[in-house]
């Protein structure tokens, strides 16, 4: 078993900060990927910024020099970091973890419940 536990979120003003974090725990060998997503209402969920092993971080063009993701590979948690949020940030944001369970030798993808992110004055 593998559970996700999503936190942050919330209401904020245009040019606010928000800080989102995901902890995977359960039975898992390793962590190929953390990284978030985003839906807003009547569009498709998009890649918001993605940390894997190896590799580096990897982001949208809409966030760049705005957002920062990072990981704790020892906990198993990544954490956004949003700055100079804008309106059309608002989304629900859904984290996701591709790893390897126990036992396992394919990875397997998860995701978070999703938090709401609200950016309005």
């Known amino acids: 078993q593998v559970q996700l536990m999503e936190s942050g979120g919330g209401l904020v003003q245009p040019g606010g900060s928000l800080r989102l974090s995901c902890a995977a725990s359960?039975?898992?060998?390793?962590?190929?990927?953390m990284g978030w997503y985003r839906q807003a209402p009547g569009k498709e969920r998009d890649l918001v910024a993605l940390i894997s092993s190896p590799g580096g971080p990897k982001y949208a063009d809409s966030v760049k020099g705005r957002f920062t993701i990072s990981r704790d590979n020892a906990k198993n948690t990544a954490v956004l970091q949003m700055n100079k949020l804008k309106p059309e940030d608002t989304a629900v944001y859904y984290c996701?973890?591709?790893?390897?369970?126990?036992?396992?030798?394919?990875?397997?993808?998860?995701w978070g419940q999703g938090t709401q992110v609200t950016v309005s004055s």
């Open positions: 996701n973890v591709n790893l390897i369970r126990r036992y396992e030798w394919t990875s397997t993808e998860y």
């Open positions: 359960g039975t898992i060998s390793s962590i190929n990927a």
